[in-house]
């Protein structure tokens, strides 16, 4: 069976925008370079050596062509320009309803953990037409998380969280790639992404087809948040001044810089930060006592503490 595919499958709804803009691009620069090619070929030949064309009074100035070939080139690129980057601010802006799920990549594999409490390795298995966000992050060195099918591609970085999003829109299996050179075993991790029908997906859910299943990642997140003894200060404790958590996911937070009170996003950032670098961003009306947890506390329960404060909603009832 002939089987060399020349292009990837469009999975996503970014898929046929990107490529749009891909042939876009294309069809102009074939088009320039055929006329560019044509008119040298052809005045080459009409004006050689020989024969007799006409060459009194050669044209000097002509103020239209001059402003046609600044105009119309310069239009072109503008609006190409305009187009992609209409296509690039969706690409990193995730839509409001979209589910998260979380990415944590090292030499030389992708584990993926849905908060349901799903966890798996080098696959991702996703409902059809709904929209997700990724949260990724590194262990060690920068990876890329890149599937070709839904055209996109994301940086995945030690220290600090990426995101990007897709709506697949075709149910099937398609690969999945890291796409930063990362070392010895760079072209081995990678895996399958599974896009599944709703009901599939459900079933899959609840533990067919060898899914992992552990409790949800918020859960996990208490039991680390406990264990690490956040709860201890940040649960109105009466002897350490700790400031509370529920409900402060996506709200702005009094910072106190130097003499003046900013606010900043508690967003997934803020969070990390405020774990491992407690200094760098103290609540106004608090002591910088805070222990730091760097080195401490492994990526993937990081992300478990975070789904665990995004749960906790005004009053410290789960959302
Ligand atoms: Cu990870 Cu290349």
């Not at 895996?191 to 996990?220: C, F, I, N, T």
Request: glycine letters at 10%; charged letters at 20%; hydrophobic letters at 40%.
């Amino acid at each position: 069976m002939w089987n060399f595919p020349l292009f990837p499958e469009r999975a996503s709804t970014t898929a046929g925008r990107v490529d749009a803009v891909f042939f876009g691009g294309l069809v102009l620069v074939v088009f320039f370079t055929a006329l560019i090619c044509a008119l040298i070929l052809s005045l080459a030949l009409r004006y050689r050596r020989g024969l007799p064309a006409d060459r009194t009074r050669p044209p000097l100035t002509s103020l239209t062509l001059e402003a046609a070939w600044i105009g119309i080139p310069l239009l072109l690129s503008i609006g190409l320009f305009t187009w992609a980057a209409i296509v690039f601010f969706e690409i990193y802006t995730p839509p409001g309803d979209a589910s998260d799920i979380y990415v944590v990549g090292k030499q030389w594999m992708w584990t993926v953990k849905h908060p349901e409490g799903h966890r798996e390795k080098n696959e991702l298995h996703l409902p059809l037409g709904r929209p997700v966000r990724l949260t990724m992050t590194s262990e060690d060195v920068i990876h890329s998380f890149y599937i070709p099918a839904f055209r996109t591609k994301q940086d995945v970085l030690p220290g600090r969280y990426t995101q990007m999003w897709f709506k697949p829109t075709k149910p099937g299996k398609y690969h999945l790639f890291c796409a930063e050179y990362c070392g010895t075993l760079h072209s081995a991790m990678g895996g399958w992404v599974y896009v599944m029908e709703p009901a599939d997906y459900q079933r899959w859910l609840s533990g067919a087809g060898g899914s992992l299943v552990e409790p949800s990642m918020a859960k996990e997140g208490e039991q680390l948040f406990v264990q690490h003894h956040c709860a201890g200060c940040h649960r109105g404790s009466q002897v350490v001044h700790a400031p509370g958590l529920e409900g402060i996911y996506n709200r702005p937070v009094p910072i106190q810089d130097g003499k003046v009170v900013r606010f900043v996003m508690a967003d997934d950032r803020y969070l990390r930060d405020s774990i491992l670098l407690p200094d760098s961003q103290v609540v106004a009306g608090y002591e910088p006592i805070m222990p730091s947890f760097q080195g401490r506390i492994a990526e993937e329960d990081l992300l478990k503490i975070l789904e665990y404060v995004k749960s906790i909603g005004p009053g410290g009832t789960e959302r």
